[in-house]
């Protein structure tokens, strides 16, 4: 069988880390074993769902590296859950019900009261044809519930073992609502039994959603798809992730100029007990992929993880695959030695603006105080004319003999005074770089 697998966000809001991990899971599972991955906008919630949100997870995917082999709106898939809405009323799993909200919030706090559990009592389901019409004439309009089976629902969740659900625990869930429009618990069925999904990898916050739709892909004649809960990711304090954004937004991660290599690696990894070094590609995480190696307890999302992998990441990475990002900063022209020499020194794409004005422009004077006379003759001491690659040995050993200084006393005030810090790349890789008059320059303050 082969394996199609589907990401399903609704537009009603920008990308986050945990929706991205699901994504992630989702994609990578797809890749691992040849088979396909939908992008699906889960868009029936007309008054959340917008095209700009809907553009902006097409823009987080697509930084992320992550293709889609179908596209589905549900908007554009509406005229396709009336035979399952049919066919359901055909076959009594569809009722009407006459409840407004605050009918059905005063029924959950009777029943909460006398220490039941808030399950919908079917009211709706015994009406008899006078009783509706009478609703009707009111102006009352129905909304449609589906009718539960009253059996166990089982299934063996590839993330969570085995998952049991006694009949009588839920409640009978609402498809339609009063306006006519189905909710997601249907189309995302529909549409998940006529795309030929096999695999559902999901938030485990849809796990009594899925006692719910195992009942109602049977209902429909559709085979059920297998099902992977993943624990829903944490922020650092412990938190949920879903109301908060800022820096968790795919979107302020990419204009922050975040790896989106970093980003794929740490949440592929997350909850699993591999981590990334930073030299995975996707195609590396693909094939590694296994969607038993996540554990079962809330992994925290760490920026201070992401950063330290960010930075990994980058001292991987060949130009070519910055290069563009690189233009973005307006460093479009940078030779292979100028990224070699930086790469492995840089935490965020844009502290190579830094290290480029270090070696092609001009940087702060740093104070050097009673350095001076040393910076001076190591300025002196300079060769003339075209120097070779390997320039800076020759002339730190001359340096070396005739100051008589040694170690950092020999080393820091000559990185300070070309580069403006304490550490950065080897010198030796960039004092050819800058070349002489900019080095004499610095050198002699
Ligand atoms: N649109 C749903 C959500 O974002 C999809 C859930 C699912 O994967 O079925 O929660």
């Given at each position: 069988m082969s394996v199609k697998v589907r990401f399903a966000p609704s537009p009603t809001g920008e990308m986050h880390v945990g929706n991205a991990r699901v994504a992630i899971m989702n994609w990578l599972f797809a890749r691992h074993s040849g088979g396909q991955f939908l992008?699906?906008?889960?868009?029936?919630?007309?008054?959340?769902?917008?095209?700009?949100?809907?553009?902006?997870?097409?823009?987080?995917?697509?930084?992320?590296?992550?293709?889609?082999?179908?596209?589905?709106?549900?908007?554009?898939?509406?005229?396709?859950?009336?035979?399952?809405?049919?066919?359901?009323?055909?076959?009594?799993?569809?009722?009407?019900?006459?409840?407004?909200?605050?009918?059905?919030?005063?029924?959950?706090?009777?029943?909460?009261?006398?220490?039941?559990?808030?399950?919908?009592?079917?009211?709706?389901?015994?009406?008899?044809?006078?009783?509706?019409?009478?609703?009707?004439?009111?102006?009352?309009?129905?909304?449609?519930?589906?009718k539960l089976n009253d059996v166990a629902v089982e299934w063996d969740d590839l993330g969570r073992g085995s998952v049991h659900f006694e009949p009588g625990h839920l409640s009978d869930p609402v498809l339609i609502r009063e306006d006519g429009r189905p909710l997601y618990t249907l189309s995302s069925v529909i549409d998940d039994g006529e795309l030929g999904i096999t695999h559902v990898i999901r938030g485990e916050d849809h796990v009594a959603n899925t006692a719910v739709q195992v009942q109602l892909f049977e209902a429909l004649g559709f085979a059920v798809p297998a099902f992977a809960h993943t624990?829903?990711?944490?922020?650092?304090?412990?938190?949920?992730?879903?109301?908060?954004?800022?820096?968790?937004?795919?979107?302020?991660?990419?204009?922050?100029?975040?790896?989106?290599?970093?980003?794929?690696?740490?949440?592929?990894?997350?909850?699993?007990?591999?981590?990334?070094?930073?030299?995975?590609?996707?195609?590396?995480?693909?094939?590694?992929?296994?969607?038993?190696?996540?554990?079962?307890?809330?992994?925290?999302?760490?920026?201070?993880?992401?950063?330290?992998?960010?930075?990994?990441?980058?001292?991987?990475?060949?130009?070519?695959?910055?290069?563009?990002?690189?233009?973005?900063?307006?460093?479009?022209?940078?030779?292979?030695?100028?990224?070699?020499?930086i790469r492995g020194n840089i935490e965020v794409i844009s502290d190579a603006l830094y290290w480029h004005d270090v070696c092609f422009g001009d940087i702060a004077p740093v104070a050097d105080g009673e350095d001076r006379p040393f910076l001076n003759d190591a300025a002196d001491l300079l060769p003339e004319g075209d120097w070779p690659q390997d320039v800076y040995k020759d002339w730190i050993s001359k340096v070396k003999e005739a100051s008589g200084r040694k170690g950092k006393q020999l080393f820091l005030p000559i990185r300070k005074a070309l580069t403006g810090r304490d550490n950065g790349p080897e010198l030796k890789d960039l004092l050819p770089l800058m070349g002489r008059e900019r080095a004499t320059e610095r050198l002699k303050g």
């Open positions: 992008l699906r906008m889960d868009d029936t919630d007309e008054a959340r769902s917008t095209k700009a949100y809907e553009e902006g997870i097409m823009a987080d995917l697509e930084w992320l590296g992550m293709d889609h082999d179908e596209f589905a709106r549900q908007s554009d898939r509406y005229g396709r859950y009336d035979a399952g809405v049919e066919k359901l009323k055909a076959d009594g799993r569809l009722y009407a019900c006459y409840e407004t909200p605050e009918e059905l919030e005063l029924k959950r706090k009777i029943q909460l009261g006398k220490g039941q559990a808030p399950v919908y009592d079917r009211a709706g389901f015994t009406l008899g044809d006078e009783e509706r019409a009478k609703l009707e004439a009111e102006g009352r309009k129905p909304h449609w519930r589906f624990p829903l990711m944490m922020g650092a304090d412990g938190k949920g992730l879903s109301k908060r954004l800022g820096s968790l937004s795919l979107r302020e991660m990419r204009e922050a100029g975040t790896e989106p290599r970093a980003v794929m690696a740490y949440l592929a990894k997350l909850g699993t007990p591999h981590a990334p070094d930073g030299s995975e590609t996707s195609a590396d995480l693909a094939r590694d992929f296994d969607i038993g190696a996540f554990g079962r307890s809330s992994p925290r999302y760490e920026p201070t993880e992401l950063a330290a992998l960010n930075a990994k990441v980058l001292h991987h990475l060949p130009l070519d695959e910055v290069q563009s990002r690189l233009g973005r900063l307006g460093l479009g022209t940078v030779s292979e030695e100028f990224w070699l020499a």
